[in-house]
């Protein structure tokens, strides 16, 4: 019973991810297109969820559904026209073109690696991981990926720093 | 992890359907949790409910006037009344509105804070699900709220009501860094983002421990809840309504339910974090979590009516500038007292609250002499330099 109720949620929730991804593209509206991406991103924290990756669920949730989408939907009311933009431009083919290679190079990824399925019984440092996602994660972050952690928070220093400067009183 | 087959709704309707009606293992399932949810989401509602009458016997009080007092013994059914009467109201929906929008704006409003819920326990053993991440899940539902707010301003198809959508989500994301903060000291303290862990964890009420952590939870909350004094939103001198100006009827009715449920779930969410939830001595858990939600649910009203609104501009600094260096400092406080002490006896327990209560009497008026804002000298100046540009 639990795997037809896991399959069923599985397939509700990628029907919602890709028909949400699929509006942003055709629908005119920029305000609804910014919506509609959040729809997706939803869709993509409850297949998170399923998985038993309860933390990245919360934070797809947090950093994109409630700070991406907020910051892109206030950059579409700010430009002109906003119910009645989309409309096609003289980069179309180009952005064809582009779409199309990430497309082919995502799904030769996907198809090309190699997807192992986990044991039923998980071997010890695994098994402390599906129990306290948010420690484990926090461990492995400060000490076997503290240097690109350290770099990242430079990184977000230094666009602390720049947006500051930006508006800076003189 | 799943307490749901321990709850006794839950078993008891489980039985009831696969046993006495023999129906399928799935609907007996489907039907219990169903039944759970019912008495959650209700009851969450129905304490909403009585908050708005409270709210306005309270602040009535505070101004010296009687309020409410003609529906039901003093006026207890004065919020049953006006939702009768919000039913029944004109549906209207302005020409230039995004229909679709501007119907579904209400909905994606009161859904997370019902979501939310789903972690809350409401008392020992009362809870629908108990996850490891349970604080951070309930600040990802309120940031959907901020959804609903743009939804509604934009949708509404009228100026004001996009100018206070606009001030609002500024407002909420701005407030929402020191929120998170406050609530990360608390998950280093207990070690745990589990609400029943930090429950448990509680062997002195987290206020005490942490009263910075607390006072800018509040701030923070009221900020992120749409309170005076931070209801710019709805500063009715400057935006009409903000962005509910284009609402009537049942879906005005469904914002306002939403906004006075919010503050019971934040009145949940203190009584969780920093008033040890559900334990105390003598009276049942269930009781003694309702008694401390209304505690805190009286103290919003009383902020309410006692505190004047504040400028838009002096509210985005106020959060900049003021509480995010101090939660900056509870946090570090915090860390390095439990990497000090990593599991405090009595003793060093409360030397960390003499400690806690020291860093908090001096960062307060220390912060605001660093800060400078909006003192009658600075605001003064302002005025000097804006006559000299004309």
Same mark, same amino acid.
């Given at each position: ?170 | ?25 799935? $609907? =007996?399932?489907? /039907?219990? *949790?169903? +039944? #759970? %949810? ?11 409910? !009585? ?58 409003? $009161? =859904?997370?804070? /019902?979501? *939310?819920? +789903? #972690? %809350? ?11 490891? !991440? ?66 448990? +964890? ?13 006072? !800018? ?174």
């Amino acid at each position: 019973m639990e795997n037809a109720f896991k399959e069923f949620a599985f397939w509700s929730l990628a029907v919602v991810t890709v028909l949400g991804a699929f509006g942003v593209v055709r629908t005119h509206n920029m305000f609804r297109a910014a919506l509609l991406l959040v729809v997706s991103f939803v869709g993509v924290a409850g297949i998170f969820a399923l998985v038993n990756a309860e933390f990245l669920a919360v934070v797809q949730l947090l950093v994109y559904a409630g700070g991406v989408a907020v910051l892109v939907i206030f950059a579409a009311m700010i430009t002109s026209n906003v119910t009645e933009s989309n409309s096609s431009t003289r980069a179309q083919p180009f952005a064809v073109l582009v779409s199309l290679l990430l497309l082919s190079a995502l799904v030769f990824s996907v198809v090309q690696a190699e997807w192992s399925l986990l044991p039923d019984v998980l071997p010890e440092p695994l098994a402390a991981v599906f129990v306290d996602t948010p420690a484990a994660i926090g461990r492995l972050l400060l000490d076997q990926f503290l240097l690109p952690f350290e770099i990242a928070g430079v990184l977000l220093l230094a666009a602390v720093i720049g947006a500051l400067s930006l508006v800076r009183e003189r | 992890m799943s307490p749901l087959k321990d709850n006794s709704i839950f078993s008891w309707t489980y039985e009831s359907v696969a046993n006495t009606l023999g129906g399928p293992e799935w $609907l =007996a399932y489907g /039907l219990g *949790a169903m +039944a #759970v %949810i019912m008495v959650v989401v209700n009851g969450f509602l129905l304490i909403g409910t !009585i908050f708005t009458w409270m709210e306005r016997k309270v602040v009535s009080r505070f101004q010296s006037r009687v309020g409410p007092n003609r529906v039901g013994p003093f006026g207890i059914l004065q919020a049953i009344a006006d939702a009768v009467k919000l039913l029944f109201q004109e549906d209207i929906v302005p020409r230039r509105a995004d229909r679709l929008l501007f119907n579904a704006a209400p909905i994606v409003m $009161l =859904a997370p804070s /019902l979501l *939310a819920l +789903a #972690v %809350i326990p409401f008392g020992s053993g009362s809870y629908v699900a108990d996850i490891n !991440i349970a604080v951070l899940y309930v600040v990802g539902m309120s940031g959907i709220a901020s959804l609903a707010v743009l939804m509604a301003g934009y949708s509404s198809g009228n100026k004001l009501a996009l100018l206070g959508s606009m001030r609002a989500v500024a407002m909420l994301l701005s407030y929402e860094i020191p929120l998170v903060m406050a609530l990360l000291g608390i998950t280093i303290l207990a070690g745990s983002m589990s609400m029943v862990d930090i429950i448990e +964890a509680q062997s002195v009420p987290f206020l005490l421990v942490s009263p910075l952590g607390a006072l !800018i939870f509040l701030i923070a909350m009221s900020a992120e809840l749409n309170r005076p004094p931070f209801d710019v939103t709805e500063a009715e001198s400057e935006l009409v309504g903000g962005y509910l100006t284009e609402y009537s009827g049942m879906k005005f009715g469904v914002f306002y339910l939403a906004e006075f449920s919010n503050v019971v779930l934040a009145g949940a969410l203190f009584a969780i974090l920093f008033l040890d939830g559900w334990e105390w001595a003598v009276l049942p858990s269930h009781l003694w979590f309702l008694i401390k939600v209304f505690g805190f649910l009286f103290v919003a009203s009383w902020v309410r009516a006692t505190l004047p609104r504040m400028r838009i501009d002096h509210i985005l600094a106020f959060a900049w500038k003021y509480l995010f260096p101090l939660s900056l400092v509870n946090v570090v406080a915090l860390a390095m007292e439990t990497i000090a002490w990593p599991d405090p006896s009595p003793v060093q327990l409360w030397m960390m609250i003499a400690i806690n209560w020291g860093i908090a009497f001096t960062a307060i008026p220390l912060m605001s002499l660093v800060t400078n804002l909006g003192t009658p000298a600075r605001a003064g100046q302002r005025v000097v330099q804006t006559e000299e540009v004309n």
